[in-house]
């Protein structure tokens, strides 16, 4: 599916039905109102390798590059594509400032603490567990996280493969911890977003875990500075498409 139908698209992004790296990278594109086509795969829980996130961007002259991973196809499509030639950015800011810094060390935690480099999904689950639900949710039900099985073929770090034997529940809560006591302070500064006073990257990276809360079982409303930043979130339109996009039902 072409999700501008008004442009030709150079951007092609193909991610399994639901994941979180894709669920990240279309919200950048829509963000960015970047015109993409939109390939949703089957996963197989069989074999996870087979179903990552690409993002190819063919370019006029036919050519273009092919990229796999998050941090790869982030940084390509804020530097191409996030910012004019006076030099204004909407979800990142200039290279080597304080608040780019910023943003690029909250990914790499976010990375480390929820083990990215491995294929963490949104998933339907069959019964609907209507006693977590949060009320923001009501007219959309969200998938919950499931864990894929873990295969360490990139001679992860032994950072990475002990993170990835916490349960994941346990690093979604230490991750809602986290960003409650940051937001709070982010407030008490005059601040509503992770870096700086804009939306960046690094929002839309954590997005799709604080999304998931009701559905793993948290109710996000006890934690009501994250409950703020999720509907501040929520409210943008680039946000709640991207998320659409590919958690679509049938597409």
Known sequence: ???????????????????????????????????YTLHLLPHSSSSPTT???????????????????????????????????????????????????????????????????????????????????????????????????????????AKETATATVPFARRLLSLYLHLEEYLSRQRRGGGGWLIGERCTVADIAHFPYVAAASQYGFDLERFPELTGWYDRMMRRHGVRRGWERVHLEGK
């Open 1 to 35: 599916m072409n999700v501008f139908d008004e442009e030709p698209s150079t951007i092609t992004l193909s991610t399994p039905k639901a994941s979180t790296t894709g669920t990240t990278i279309a919200i950048i594109l829509e963000e960015l109102r970047l015109p």
């Open 51 to 157: 179903t990552t996130t690409t993002l190819t961007d063919i370019h006029r002259t036919g050519h273009g590059p092919t990229l796999h991973s998050l941090p790869s196809i982030t940084t390509y499509l804020l530097t191409r594509y996030d910012g004019d030639h006076h030099h204004h950015h909407h979800l990142s800011y200039p290279p080597h400032s304080p608040e780019h810094i910023a943003v690029q060390e909250s990914l790499s935690k976010l990375a480390d603490r929820m083990g990215i480099t491995h294929h963490h999904l949104h998933q339907q689950d069959s019964e609907p567990d209507n006693k977590h639900e949060h009320k923001h949710h009501h007219k959309q039900r969200l998938p919950a996280i499931k864990e894929t099985d873990v295969v360490d073929n990139n001679n992860n770090t």
